[in-house]
């Protein structure tokens, strides 16, 4: 095989698609991206076997053929000067080389048969205006858990109904669920639990595409996301999701109308002086929310800021990144807090209905 | 005021609980036949998924034998740290529903449902939860006491839930070989096997003068009032944090190659950064016990400036102690210690609390329905 290639594009590509392939896997194949040129054009492509990116290259094929390159071959080209770089491979030897301007590198690669194949690339899903599966899986990623021994946790929840798409996503210590409006959803609701890191990927897939639009394919077993030529498959986590509605209280004992600039730029000074795991205390007195931290090492800090707060006082602990998290992520001016007890969740809200965020608090000592 | 209601002790096991953690992790596993040891040669199997164990591996066989049983096993070796954690979810976890709790090491715990209503129920959800929320399934052993319950938790494993009175147990076992009974090692064996008692059944008809003029009073009267599951041993609650944390090895053959011991101090230790990490706890002090071939056990210590919890730290300072003590024997046992929290009470998790610190975490038993729709 042959190709060449303008340096910028290659490395640009490498890279992007070499997100998916894998440093640690025991198939030594899968931290290497294959190329594939053929007289359809070239196609990069990596993969961990659990989530798949591809993507076409640009270039003038030469002399078709199948490559794997390591992952640093994008290190390389993007170290390169300027101009066209050449990759090239003999069927059955055992490096390929690269060439741009005066430099020369033979890399090691391994043989194409002992790359995966990859998953099918089939149906046609439901086209998302990017802008609109952007904001709803930023909201929600960040709630995903990282913690492996519950696999469901560490999926966010796509489900696509004919006007609407909602995510969902909790580590068990805080819910985040965001729907928005679709013009144009399936006929038939459909739903998936998409790996957290996907999603992430796909949302890098949109801005590397740069695409407007984004479709997505959900079959029984894995997820396809296509944005613009970029190519994303992941397998889905098999399971049930937690019935999340049936952890939302609908009814509040307090719900407290705040200013969410305020309240982030109160959380961001405590903050600072808070551990993990450090709660923030949150005292609700007549007219008045006071925030405060106790950091053994630090020292403390508080502050209070006006409510509309009447009734008996009281006084509940959040995690303060967490808080913060929701904070951050509910949209608008105004944010809505919904209190029950010191030891019942909280729910944050921004202007609408269309963000929700539930979190456990923490019990405090006194 | 001793308590007058009937005794109900829970023993809780953890089925295969460092096969299920890996399996956990790497799912393509699953339906394996995966065995959990070390690769060093005298290294053994720490558990076996129950695809192995098909093929008669078990626990504390060396990897050796395993792999000659069960050549395509898949053999990851063991992370204490990971398991460390697992163990601590699972135990949470089970301390919602329980509260009298008495951990027994890292998979199994004693659990006293005196005086609770619908005892099998709770232990019931109780399972069910932990499965849910972990990932872990445990067998459940339910008796009048903690012998009871723990020799029922074996019956039927994976997934068993064993329950029986005393005098059923008495008969249910009688056929069992004494090593069965908790207490009974590998010496009482031997000793009662020259007596010619090899079974449970052999022990009860054993008379209790001849057992006490061979074992002495106390232990020989012990020794018949096991055989006849006679146990009034209470459940400890969890005393709060550990002043100390340790790990300890009992070597197959006693060992005598200093490399091979500074190995295992290596290993113990990161065991032991396991278990110290998960409270974010830092000690001060770190001894070492050392068991010769004539069961001399020394233990020797060394406070230093400031606290430590990492392996390589606490790995260096035991071999340091190690050296200084030189065995004049064979090693039969060697054991790592660390000691003198600093900031104990104020980072470590209370017991029966779901996570560190207080914080909350939603119930996991809504399955949801939401696939329904």
New interface residues.
């Given amino acids: 095989m042959r190709l060449v290639c303008q340096k910028d594009h290659l490395a640009g590509r490498l890279a992007a698609v070499g997100r998916a392939a894998s440093t640690k896997s025991t198939v030594p194949a899968l931290a290497n991206v294959l190329i594939e040129a053929d007289e359809n054009g070239v196609v990069v492509a990596a993969t961990d076997m659990e989530l798949s990116l591809r993507a076409p290259l640009e270039a003038r094929v030469e002399q078709p053929g199948t490559v794997v390159v390591p992952k640093l071959a994008a290190d390389i080209v993007r170290s390169m000067v300027p101009g066209e770089v050449t990759l090239e491979h003999n069927e059955g030897e055992g490096v390929v080389s690269l060439t741009g301007g005066s430099s020369s590198f033979a890399l090691n690669s391994h043989q194409p048969g002992e790359f995966p194949a990859l998953p099918a690339e089939d149906g046609s899903g439901v086209v998302l205006p990017a802008d609109v599966f952007l904001s709803t899986a930023d909201r929600v990623v960040r709630a995903a858990s990282r913690d492996d021994t519950r696999p469901v946790l560490t999926g966010v929840l796509v489900r696509l109904e004919q006007d609407s798409v909602t995510m969902v996503a909790t580590d068990s210590y805080r819910l985040a669920v965001r729907q928005a409006p679709l013009t144009s959803g399936p006929s038939q609701p459909q739903q998936a639990i998409v790996p957290a890191r996907a999603l992430a990927e796909a949302q890098r897939a949109i801005a590397l595409a740069g695409a407007d639009q984004i479709e997505v394919v959900l079959s029984q077993t894995s997820g396809t996301f296509r944005a613009g030529d970029v190519v994303l498959t992941t397998r889905l986590i098999d399971g049930q999701f937690i019935d999340y509605r049936q952890l939302i209280p609908e009814q509040f004992t307090h719900d407290l109308q705040l200013d969410r600039g305020e309240l982030l730029a109160v959380l961001g000074r405590i903050a600072v002086i808070a551990q993990r795991n450090t709660p923030v205390r949150m005292a609700l007195t007549e007219g008045q929310m006071t925030l405060s931290v106790v950091s053994e090492q630090f020292g403390e800090g508080h502050e209070s800021i006006p409510v509309a707060f009447s009734g008996e006082d009281m006084e509940i602990g959040f995690n303060v990144e967490f808080l913060r998290a929701g904070v951050e992520s509910a949209e608008g001016d105004t944010l809505r807090l919904g209190v029950i007890s010191p030891l019942r969740p909280g729910l944050l809200r921004g202007d609408d209905d269309t963000f929700r965020y539930l979190l456990m608090p923490i019990r405090l000592n006194t | 005021m001793p308590d007058a209601r009937p005794r109900v002790i829970a023993h809780l096991d953890c089925d295969a609980f460092f096969a299920t953690?890996e399996l956990?992790?790497r799912?393509e596993l699953r339906g394996l036949p995966v065995i959990v040891a070390g690769n060093g040669p005298r290294s053994v199997v720490t558990t076996a998924s129950y695809e192995a164990r098909a093929f008669g591996v078990g626990s504390a066989m060396p990897a050796a034998t395993a792999l000659r049983l069960c050549p395509h096993a898949v053999v990851i070796p063991p992370d204490h740290a990971a398991y460390s954690e697992?163990s601590r979810?699972v135990w949470a976890r089970v301390g919602t529903h329980l509260d009298r709790l008495q951990r027994m090491g890292i998979d199994e715990s004693y659990a006293d449902l005196t005086g609770t209503p619908r005892p099998v129920a709770v232990l019931r959800a109780a399972v069910a939860d932990v499965l849910e929320?972990?990932?872990v399934q445990l067998s459940v052993g339910l008796g009048p006491s903690r012998l009871v319950a723990k020799c029922c938790s074996d019956v039927g494993k994976p997934a068993a839930f064993t329950a029986m009175g005393r005098e059923e147990a008495a008969r249910r076992f009688a056929s069992a070989g004494v090593r069965r009974l908790p207490g009974i090692g590998p010496r009482s064996a031997e000793r009662l096997a020259a007596m010619g008692i090899h079974r449970i059944g052999e022990l009860q008809a054993a008379d209790p003068d001849d057992l006490a003029r061979r074992f002495g009073e106390r232990w020989g009267r012990a020794l018949h009032a096991l055989g006849w599951f006679h146990d009034d041993s209470p459940v400890v609650t969890d005393p709060g944090p550990a002043k100390s944390v340790s790990s300890e090895v009992t070597f197959d053959e006693d060992i005598t190659d200093p490399a091979a011991m500074e190995e295992t101090l290596g290993h113990l230790s990161e065991r032991l950064e396991g278990s110290v990490h998960r409270g974010g706890r830092r000690g001060r002090t770190v001894a070492i016990k050392v068991r010769l071939s004539d069961w001399t056990t020394v233990t020797r210590a060394r406070t230093l400036p400031g606290p430590v919890d990492d392996a390589a730290t606490i790995a260096r300072v035991a071999r340091t102690l190690l050296r200084e003590y030189a065995p004049p024997l064979p090693v039969r046992l060697l054991g790592v210690r660390l000691a003198g929290f600093v900031?104990e009470a104020?980072r470590a998790p209370a017991p029966g609390?779901p996570?560190?610190?207080?914080?909350?975490?939603?119930?996991?038993d809504?399955?949801?329905?939401?696939?329904a729709?």
Avoid: I
């Avoid at chain 2, 809504?366 to 696939?371: K, L, T, V, Y």
């Fill in positions: 953690v956990l992790r799912p697992a979810r929320a972990t990932g900031d104020a609390l996570d560190p610190a207080g914080q909350m975490s939603m119930p996991a809504h399955p949801g329905n939401m696939s729709m």
